[in-house]
């Protein structure tokens, strides 16, 4: 870089912000930003003025006290800058020159020794160019200075500023003191003291200095990241915004089109009526005028016989005329037309019927959870408002509507109560079985997936069958350690753990093959293509992936577990395993290799037994903590559903679990030999218990596209297999 370059670049990284010169005295304020002294005391005495204070860096508004004193000069000064000033102030003829560091004359300094670091005037160089030795030192003039020189002067060690000590540089550091000294100030001052090589000790310092500053770079990514969180959401609420308004233009444009249609219809019926009226009037005055012309001309005949007075012509005609004035004295006077009152009244006046609401709720986001219904019985479900990150929310503006449409289409009654805590309860008695349909909207936009359907029913239920036993045949069970069905065959997967082997069954209980293992299995699921991943007990290659023959297809990465006890596959394919030595919930990619999700319960040392995920939540058995846990997509505990107990929403000892089409959480409560039926936010909807758990405990259950219900027993080694008629409502 050229010199003259490098000393502009210097000049304005030493630009006072205040005033725009060179900083002349630099103090830094404890925000690190530096002035110059006597800018810093006219802000404060500009403050003071004010009644205040504190003041502002004018740099990064950063607020400070006013120093009692009247002058900021105990404030540190800037190391750095004041080494940039030494170093300007030899490139500016205008500012006061560098003094001789070698003699007592004052002379301004015309070169400098990098050896002896000090600066010199003529003479001085002169005599230290005659000295052999001081003549091979390396000696710059200062109006020949290159940018390399500029920069050796900028990092030239310290001297000490004690009274005789200043040809000494500052080599030491006082611990005790936290100050730079010189080998003089040590054994003077610092004799007792721990004294530190300086650059030991700036090493030391560094690091410090390093992590706390990588400690800020991280701040700063976190604050970057949250400036861009915070712009994408300023964004999408002016799109929002500008999406509302561009909807009300183009309703209040609607609405102009149908009151101008409107407006003309009017105006036709007034046309109308206008020429109706004018043709009544006509018609009156038609024949009013028609009279009054033959009483005229009557008249003006008798009054001209009169006016001639001739006898004879009053003889012949009297009789006429008197026969003509009867005439038309006697016609029969028609009644004057009177038009009707017209009047124009509204039946309903024009009230703007929109609305502007500003709310957290995001109706994509909301729920509606169902509840089993039947045709004569008052019926319910539940909208649920949440927020953009799928949490419960209540907003006072929220507008919910609810359209119930019967098979015939007629509109079904409703009652909406508002429970003030962001639960909608919607109450309807259908009239006829059937599919109806149930439109909901949350502030005018729809739920994901309205109109729902739901189907009304007759009260019916089915009998169980069920099928297997204990032995070593197949067909037959030594323990039941896990069951699947396939959503796309309807495929039955019993994990046989005690004949280390899985048993597949048709629908209809019917076996069809086995697949046997060099282990125990402890748990099976199926893809959405079929295919049978099973958790085999062992130190290696634990997940195992089988086509629908019962051949090996390949072993799934299982580096992320420890003591894997279950797993499920949700929708999107990601794999949900429960892993009881770390008693977490993990969440791996399709092929194992990535860790999504991990999740743990707060203050819970008990291990997870079965976890599902719907609907942006995770819902986990807990067997020795007797409840269910639930959590959000990304890990974050919610609340428990249940505590321990044997009464209706009761656990003791809770394993399996699986989750209808109509949103119902149906758990396996082991220890009470029932089952129970949640709504998704843990609300008890009923129970399934009798003679069919009398002697076994349900384990693990689950669905098929049949909506037929297939439940392990614990320890009974049977499948037992319950209609869908028993659960049936909502159908998708």
Known sequence: MDVQQLFKRL??????????????????????????????????????????????????????????????????????????????????????PQKCNSCDENNPATSYCFVCQTFMCASCFQSHQRFKATRGHRNVLIDKLQAQDVQELIGRPMMCSQQFHEDQPLEFYCEDCKVLICLK?????????????????????????TEALAKLKAEILFFESEIKAQTELKDKSVTD??????????????????????????????????????????????????????????????????????????????????????ELINTRKSDRYKSPNLNYFVKKKFVTFDEIVV????????????????????????????????????????????????????????ELKDSKDGKYTVTYTP?????????????????????FLVQIRQHHYQFPFNFGSTGRRVGEFAWISDIAVSDRTGTIAIADGGNNRIQLFSSDGKFRMQVKLDGQPYSVAFTD???????????????????????????????????????????????????????????????????????????????????????????VS?????????????????????????????????LGLVIDKYNRLIVCDADNLRLQLFTLNGKFLRKLQGEYFRNDRPKYVALNNSENLIVAGRFGNYIFVYSGEVFAKKRD
């Open 11 to 96: 000049k304005k990284e030493a630009e006072c912000p205040l005033c725009l010169d060179t900083v002349k005295k630099p103090k830094t304020l404890p925000c690190l930003h530096s002035f110059c002294l006597e800018c810093l005391d006219k802000l404060a005495n500009f403050a003071r003025r004010q009644l205040q204070t504190t003041t502002k860096c004018p740099v990064c508004q950063t607020s400070f006290p006013i120093p009692d004193k009247d002058t900021f000069a105990n404030l540190p000064t800037s190391f750095h800058l004041n080494r940039l000033v030494d170093v300007l102030a030899l490139e500016e003829s205008g500012s006061q």
């Open 185 to 209: 100030c040590s054994i003077v001052s610092h004799n007792r003291h721990l004294v530190a090589d300086t650059q030991k000790a700036a090493r030391e310092q560094k690091m410090q200095m």
């Open 241 to 326: 915004i500008m999406n509302a308004e561009k909807k009300m233009t183009d309703s209040v444009e609607e609405w102009i089109g149908h009151l101008r249609e409107h407006e003309k219809k009017m105006k036709q019926k007034f046309r109308e009526i206008y020429e109706a009226e004018q043709k009544q009037h006509k018609t009156r005055l038609d024949n009013l005028e028609l009279i009054t012309t033959q009483l005229k001309s009557c008249m003006e005949r008798g009054q001209g016989v009169l006016e001639r007075n001739i006898s004879a012509e009053i003889l012949q005609t009297n009789h006429t005329i008197l026969q003509r004035c009867d």
């Open 359 to 414: 709310t957290k709720t995001v109706s994509s986001m909301c729920l509606a959870e169902f509840d089993y219904s039947e045709i004569g019985r008052q019926s319910s479900f539940v909208v649920v408002t949440r927020d953009s990150k799928g949490l419960h929310c209540y907003q006072l503006n929220d507008q919910i509507k609810v359209d119930i449409l019967t098979p015939e289409g007629d509109h079904l009654k409703t």
């Open 431 to 451: 009239q006829c079985v059937g599919q109806h349909s149930f439109g909901i909207q949350v502030n005018g936009q729809p739920l994901t997936g309205s109109p």
């Open 529 to 619: 293509c079929g295919d049978l991943l099973t958790l085999v007990l062992g130190n290696n290659n634990r997940l195992r992936l089988f086509n629908e023959e019962g051949q090996v297809i390949k072993h799934i990465n299982d580096k992320h577990l420890k003591e894997p006890n279950h797993l499920s596959i949700a929708s999107d394919s990601r794999l949900i395993i429960t892993d009881k030595a770390s008693n977490e919930v993990k969440v791996l990619s399709p092929d194992g290799n990535d860790k999504l999700v991990s999740m743990t319960a707060p203050d819970c040392d008990k291990y997870p037994e079965c976890a599902v995920y719907h609907q942006n939540n995770f819902y």
């Open 622 to 654: 807990y067997p020795e903590s007797h409840c269910i846990k639930v959590f959000s997509k990304t890990g974050l505990y919610l609340h428990d559903i249940g505590c321990k107990g044997s009464s209706d929403g009761q656990f003791n000892f809770p």
